[in-house]
Structures are given as structure tokens and as C-alpha cells.
T-cell receptor, first 113, second 112 residues
Framework: GNSVTQMEGPVTLSEEAFLTINCTYT??????LFWYVQYPGEGLQLLLK?????DKGSNKGFEATYRKETTSFHLEKGSVQVSDSAVYFC????????????FGAGTRLFVKA | SAVISQKPSRDICQRGTSLTIQCQVD?????MFWYRQQPGQSLTLIAT?????????ESGFVIDKFPISRPNLTFSTLTVSNMSPEDSSIYLC?????????FGQGTRLTVV
């Protein structure tokens, strides 16, 4: 079945550092890809998405490009802030008649001032 | 888009008891999905709730522990039965489209 693999955390960075969180997927067909963020004590929020190959999703300075050739959807941000400290989940949609979401294990990011 | 109302938002329950979580969607959907997020973990799919048929459970989840009802195209319930402290988690319902998923706000369950 379909699956998502993302880099293990935690990732600890200093403020203004460059962030990359790797995500690769296994899927039949062409799923939509997502990054979700969960801030401490809060619910899940959609951060960005891409629905077809070569699409770039972006939001709040974060970007990710849907790479079909490498089955990847890496999350990047040029300059992280302390407020970006959260858990980031890579996910894909799977067509089973309905569209269920399959999540990666999550990567915890700590940003130090 | 879809708006999902889930309740209760949180509960503290005694071990051995059961809790039923309700999920209401503002539009008709064929499938609804139930997830569990254990502390510090990712979201794991429990089951898919189909209207008019039995739910389809993922590996590691069974109907006796997590019975699901789906009486119509806008509503579903998940029951967590005979609870133990290990069932303390956030439970979420979801509906999906090809390009977007919608989630309820979640039910934070603590079993004591």
C-alpha cells in the first residue's frame, strides 16, 4: 500500500537557519501531497499542498515541490523562527473510493533563539 | 469544502468504561475516516466508515474495541470500548477530496 517516509527528528536549529525536512512517498497513481504542522498543544493544521507533479506548495515562507521522478516532497524554509517550533507531518491522499490521508511519522523541530 | 463538528472535544473516563465520539459533516460524503493520535505520535488510521455497510478496519484495530456506526451520509460515531490508560489519545474524524482533507477538531481522551 501507499506510504510516507520522513526524516526522523528531532531537528534542532538556530534562529534564521535554513530548514530541510525530507519526505519520500510510495504510491500507485498520482496522489496529492501535503505538509501539516502541529504546534505544541494544538490541533493539526494544513501548511501547504501540491496536487500534481512539479507543483510547488508554499505558505508562511515554507515551500515544497512535488517531485515525481524522485517520489519526494521535501519541506524547506530559508530562515526559521522560534515560532516555527512544532511537529511537521508529510502526508498523501489515497483514493479508496473516498480519499483517506496517510501520514508520515512526523518530525519535531526545535528552533533556538 | 467541508465543515466537521466533532464532540466531545475532551473527556476523562474511568478504565473499563466506553466513550462514544460523534462526528457530523455539513455535506454528504461516501466515506468518513477515523484516526488516532497517541501522545507524541503520528496519526494512525483506525477505520473507514462507509454508509450502509460495515466499517473497514486497519491492521491492529478490531470492531469489538472500536465499533463504528454510519447511519447516514453526514454522520458517524466511533466508540472506544472497555477503555484502558493505553487508549488515552486524540481521536479525529476526517473526510477527503482528491486535493484536500478535512478534519474534526479532535477528541482528547484521558483514561484514568
Amino acid at each position: 500500500g501507499n506510504s510516507v517516509t520522513q526524516m526522523e527528528g528531532p531537528v534542532t536549529l538556530s534562529e534564521e537557519a535554513f530548514l530541510t525536512i525530507n519526505c519520500t512517498y510510495t504510491a500507485t497513481g498520482y496522489p496529492s501531497l501535503f505538509w501539516y504542522v502541529q504546534y505544541p498543544g494544538e490541533g493539526l493544521q494544513l501548511l501547504l499542498k501540491a496536487t500534481k507533479a512539479d507543483d510547488k506548495g508554499s505558505n508562511k515562507g515554507f515551500e515544497a515541490t512535488y517531485r515525481k521522478e524522485t517520489t519526494s516532497f521535501h519541506l524547506e524554509k530559508g530562515s526559521v523562527q522560534v515560532s516555527d517550533s512544532a511537529v511537521y507531518f508529510c502526508a498523501l491522499s489515497e483514493d479508496t473510493g473516498g480519499f483517506k490521508t496517510i501520514f508520515g511519522a512526523g518530525t519535531r523541530l526545535f528552533v533556538k533563539a | 469544502s467541508a465543515v466537521i463538528s466533532q464532540k466531545p472535544s475532551r473527556d476523562i473516563c474511568q478504565r473499563g468504561t466506553s466513550l462514544t465520539i460523534q462526528c457530523q459533516v455539513d455535506s454528504q460524503v461516501t466515506m468518513m475516516f477515523w484516526y488516532r493520535q497517541q501522545p507524541g505520535q503520528s496519526l494512525t488510521l483506525i477505520a473507514t466508515a462507509n454508509q450502509g455497510s460495515e466499517a473497514t478496519y486497519e491492521s491492529g484495530f478490531v470492531i469489538d474495541k472500536f465499533p463504528i456506526s454510519r447511519p447516514n451520509l453526514t454522520f458517524s460515531t466511533l466508540t472506544v470500548s472497555n477503555m484502558s490508560p493505553e487508549d488515552s489519545s486524540i481521536y479525529l474524524c476526517s473526510v477527503g477530496t482528491p486535493t484536500l482533507a478535512f478534519f474534526g477538531q479532535g477528541t482528547r481522551l484521558t483514561v484514568v
